[in-house]
Each structure stands twice: as structure tokens, then as C-alpha cells.
């Protein structure tokens, strides 16, 4: 239905995107992942008509849309990144307003709005000013604005950074019923992994502007079908066995949280005991050491030497 082919774009020295394919069908909930300037706004801003790519094409409905971009920018609502509501006006009233702005009138209006009011739970607080909004209210409102004129795809850019973690599970919550019950189709960017795991259909990892992996999230973690990824926690760790590990000739990648390491190893060996032996060596109570399901954020360690947050 969408479609990127090709597209690099170019801000004066920096490659935000290169040589980007992706295709998004009907009903999908696919995920754009990856960390911070990977690339992800600067994709589905060209995505959205926002601005235009250096190189490649942009067809909606197997036509380019970068001459005539108005048949997809009728089908596209957009949640940006950053809120862009009227802070002294109530939730109704911005409601209102931007749905005047879509050259909606009277009852059909009237009508939308007290729909989306109920889709975004903010019936009850419709009268309420948005400067007594949490950030939570507030991105939710961002995301009905969106929704105004009924859009058949929704593109959401990072719609949960910032906010608490019972808005985000709503937020997440009301992007799966739009999909289930509206059958709308959504574009979710984002990095945290969790998120685009629990949401999406088909996913595209990013990277430094680059396409580093994309299909299902079976389909990605079978990268890791032939590595072991291994889990190590502790309370404190030192130096010198952290150290070790990276130096380590069998180890892959090493990722090193506050009370877990991760590894990344090849399948067909086993370093069990000579973990074991390197914690007692470094005096590190070991609490638990066992091969875990790969997630995406190995996946992505694996592929980039990184992890997707620092
Ligand atoms: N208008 C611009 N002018 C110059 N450089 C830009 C512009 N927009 C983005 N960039 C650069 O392009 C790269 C990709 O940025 P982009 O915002 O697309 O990444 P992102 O994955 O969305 O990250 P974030 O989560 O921080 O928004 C970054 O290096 C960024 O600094």
C-alpha cells in the first residue's frame, strides 16, 4: 500500500537515511526501531510528505506521491514527536479547532469529536484546560488530533518518550484496539524494543541511517539461531572480569547493565564453567547465569556492537 524505494536523504554533511527500502500493507502495525538519530523521524517524515528525500521514491497505492502528494495525504494522520496542542484551550476545544482545520463542520464534527474523546479516554477531562494535562493527557490528545479526519494509516513518532509508564501501556493499549477494531493501519517508531515487540506485525531496525534487519520479530531473532545469548546476574561486577569477557576470543558482543551481563556467544560452545571460575576468580556472587531467549535488543547488539539505549 506504502512504499519506500530507495530513499537516502542528505542534511549537508550528515546521511540521516541511506538507501532505505520498506513496505507497509494494509491492517500492519509496523515498527521503525532504533536508537537515538538513527534515522527513524527523518524516514517517516519522508513517509508523510513532511519533507522530501535526496534520492528515491515515495508511492502510495503503487503511485509516486512526491509530485502529488495529496491522495496519501488525505489517507495519513501524524503524530509528531513533539506535542503541538493549545495548552489554554480544553481538550474539546483543541478537538474542535483542528478539526476545523480538516474542514470538518456541524454535527459530523461534533460527532468525530466526542468519538475520539472516547477512543483516547479523555471523555471525562474534555472541558478540562490541557495546561492541567500530564505529559500522558497530553499525548494522548496529540494522538486523537491525529485521528480527526479519519485517517486509514496512522504514522507515530516516538509517542511514548517522556511520559509514565500507565500512559505508555494506554497508549499502547489504544494503538492495538485502533488496529484490531478500525483495522488502522500504523507506522510505530520508537526505541525501546519492548514497545515495537509487543506492537508490531513487521519491523525495520535502523542504524546510523542504515537498514540493519526488517521482517517479523520470528524472522529477526532467528539471526541469533546460531549464537547463545547469555545472561549473568550479579549485584556488583569488576572491572577486570568485564575486561576479560570483552577480551574474551569466543565472546561476540558483551552488553553490561547495573545487575546483568550480556553475551553473545557461538551455539556450539559452552563457557559455563569458565564464567563460573572467572566470578570466583573476581569474588562476584554470581545470583544467576543461563542462556536466555534471544530479545530484540540482542539482536541488535549482535548486529551493531551496541545497545539500542546507552
Ligand atoms: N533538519 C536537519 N538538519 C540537519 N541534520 C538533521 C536534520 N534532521 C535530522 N538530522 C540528522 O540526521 C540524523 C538522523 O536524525 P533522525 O531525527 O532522523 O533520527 P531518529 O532516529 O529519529 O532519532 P531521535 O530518536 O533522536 O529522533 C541525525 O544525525 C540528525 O542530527
Redesign the pocket.
Known amino acids: 500500500m506504502l512504499e519506500l524505494i530507495d530513499i537516502s536523504k542528505r542534511?549537508?554533511k550528515?546521511e540521516?537515511?541511506k538507501s532505505l527500502n520498506m513496505f507497509i500493507e494494509q491492517g500492519e502495525i509496523v515498527g521503525l526501531l532504533?536508537?537515538?538519530?538513527?534515522?527513524?523521524?527523518?524516514?517517516i517524515s519522508i513517509l508523510s510528505t513532511l519533507i522530501e528525500p535526496t534520492e528515491g521514491d515515495v508511492r502510495f497505492l503503487k503511485k509516486s506521491v512526491l509530485k502529488k502528494p495529496s491522495p496519501l495525504r488525505k489517507a495519513i494522520g501524524v503524530v509528531p514527536?513533539e506535542i503541538a496542542l493549545y495548552t489554554q484551550l480544553s481538550a474539546e476545544e483543541n478537538l474542535l479547532f483542528f478539526g476545523r482545520i480538516y474542514r470538518l463542520k456541524g454535527s459530523n464534527l461534533k460527532q468525530r469529536v466526542n468519538e475520539i474523546l472516547e477512543q483516547i479516554g479523555l471523555t471525562e477531562k474534555r472541558k478540562a484546560l490541557v495546561e492541567s494535562f500530564s505529559g500522558g493527557m497530553k499525548r494522548r490528545l496529540n494522538i486523537g488530533v491525529a485521528m480527526l479526519h479519519n485517517p486509514k494509516i496512522l504514522i507515530m513518532?516516538?509517542p511514548t518518550v517522556g511520559i509514565d509508564p500507565q500512559s505508555r501501556s494506554y497508549i499502547l493499549e489504544t494503538v492495538k484496539r485502533l488496529n484490531k477494531e478500525n483495522q488502522m493501519t500504523v507506522v510505530y517508531?520508537s526505541?525501546y524494543m519492548e514497545e515495537v515487540d509487543y506492537l508490531c506485525d513487521r519491523i525495520y531496525i535502523?542504524d546510523q541511517?542504515n537498514l540493519i534487519a526488517s521482517g517479523t520479530k520470528e524472522e529477526i531473532k532467528q539471526i541469533l539461531s546460531s549464537e547463545n545469548t547469555i545472561s549473568i546476574q550479579s549485584d556488583r561486577w569488576s572491572e577486570a572480569f568485564i575486561a576479560q569477557l570483552k577480551e574474551h576470543e569466543l565472546v561476540t558482543n558483551v552488553h553490561v547493565e547495573e545487575k546483568e551481563i550480556t553475551l553473545i556467544t557461538p551455539k556450539e560452545v559452552n563457557l559455563f564453567s569458565e564464567i563460573i571460575s572467572m566470578t570466583e576468580k573476581y569474588d562476584i556472587t554470581l545470583r544467576s547465569l543461563h542462556v536466555k531467549s534471544p530479545t530484540l535488543e540482542d539482536v541488535f547488539l549482535h548486529l551493531t556492537g551496541r545497545a539500542l539505549r546507552d
Open positions: 542534511f549537508k550528515t540521516a537515511v532504533g536508537p537515538n538519530g538513527a534515522g527513524k523521524s527523518t524516514a514527536q513518532d516516538e517508531t526505541h535502523m541511517g
